[in-house]
């Protein structure tokens, strides 16, 4: 596991999400717990030092959900997500800022993205953009996107069986040396402890604790990778939420 100071790994910016419902309501009311995680496992991985995080949470999103499709050992690109990303928003590849989560879901849903293999992950980073014979292979694609422009669509997503991929403001409490051992990540004590914005995958809820489980990108930080978030804390600090579907079959 990398160490967990290195600032360009929270580098995600916000947008402004699009509502969107899942059929969940007062006639037909959350189960009290979800975890997509008995459906298909997430790979655990590790960003390094880079603000890689939104390429990382689309592409472990979509891997969980191409092999529950039949798609046996699916690995796509998470480099290609924040390559493609920096040219989108114009930043030069050479410069490590991370990305709007937005801008990786619409990459993952107008082009697609390829294997791993194809674009490994490279470290400290790739300064050469993905060649046409590279984007010519992004066939993974996202076929249905939803906006979830809450808690409750981000809950209702994961009762629905599908994972959801969001930013949060981080504060001090993330870095703590309980957050590492745990990945019990406490409502913040003081926002002006504020250190950046990080993307993850939320994957699992429970009613009764009022917790939100997601999956990390800091390789086995947490619980083997997964930590624990407050219900206030998604409310108050997360964002920019977003639910897949795909059409692809093995």
Same mark, same amino acid.
């Given at each position: 596991?990398?160490?967990?100071?290195?600032?360009?790994?929270? %580098?995600? /910016?916000?947008?402004?999400?699009?509502?969107?419902?899942?059929?969940?309501?007062?006639?037909?009311?959350?189960?009290?717990?979800?975890? $997509?995680?008995?459906?298909?496992?997430? +790979?655990?991985? +590790?960003?390094?030092?880079?603000?890689?995080?939104?390429?990382?949470?689309?592409?472990?999103?979509?891997?969980? &959900?191409?092999?529950?499709?039949?798609?046996?050992?699916?690995?796509?690109?998470?480099?290609?997500?924040?390559?493609?990303?920096?040219?989108?928003?114009?930043?030069?590849?050479?410069?490590?800022?991370?990305?709007?989560?937005?801008?990786?879901?619409?990459?993952?849903?107008? $082009?697609?993205?390829?294997?791993?293999?194809?674009?490994?992950? /490279?470290?400290?980073?790739?300064?050469?953009?993905?060649?046409?014979?590279?984007?010519?292979?992004?066939?993974?694609?996202?076929? &249905?996107?939803?906006?979830?422009?809450?808690? &409750?669509?981000?809950?209702?997503?994961?009762?629905?069986?599908?994972?959801?991929?969001?930013?949060?403001?981080?504060?001090?409490?993330?870095?703590?040396?309980?957050?590492?051992?745990?990945?019990?990540?406490?409502?913040? /004590? +003081? $926002?002006?402890?504020?250190?950046?914005? %990080?993307?993850?995958?939320?994957?699992?809820?429970?009613?009764?604790?009022?917790?939100?489980?997601?999956?990390? /990108?800091?390789?086995?930080?947490?619980?083997?990778?997964?930590?624990?978030?407050?219900?206030?804390?998604? +409310?108050?600090?997360?964002?920019?939420? %977003?639910?897949?579907?795909?059409?692809?079959?093995?």
């Amino acid at each position: 596991m990398s160490a967990c100071l290195a600032p360009s790994r929270y %580098h995600v /910016s916000r947008s402004i999400p699009a509502m969107s419902g899942f059929g969940f309501g007062p006639s037909s009311p959350l189960p009290d717990s979800a975890d $997509t995680r008995v459906l298909e496992p997430y +790979d655990i991985v +590790d960003q390094g030092h880079e603000g890689r995080c939104v390429g990382f949470a689309i592409a472990g999103l979509m891997n969980q &959900l191409l092999r529950r499709e039949g798609v046996t050992g699916a690995k796509v690109s998470g480099q290609y997500v924040y390559d493609e990303g920096r040219i989108l928003e114009g930043v030069p590849l050479s410069e490590d800022r991370g990305m709007v989560i937005a801008d990786g879901v619409q990459i993952a849903v107008t $082009t697609g993205l390829p294997d791993e293999s194809a674009w490994p992950y /490279s470290a400290p980073g790739s300064v050469t953009p993905p060649p046409a014979s590279v984007t010519q292979v992004a066939h993974h694609k996202v076929d &249905l996107e939803f906006a979830c422009p809450d808690r &409750l669509t981000m809950l209702a997503s994961i009762a629905q069986g599908f994972g959801v991929v969001g930013g949060i403001d981080c504060f001090s409490e993330l870095m703590s040396v309980e957050a590492a051992a745990t990945g019990e990540v406490p409502y913040p /004590s +003081d $926002t002006k402890s504020f250190v950046g914005r %990080h993307a993850i995958i939320f994957v699992a809820y429970d009613m009764p604790s009022k917790l939100v489980v997601f999956r990390n /990108s800091w390789g086995g930080w947490g619980r083997a990778g997964f930590g624990t978030l407050p219900f206030q804390y998604i +409310d108050d600090f997360a964002s920019d939420m %977003h639910s897949f579907r795909l059409a692809e079959r093995a």
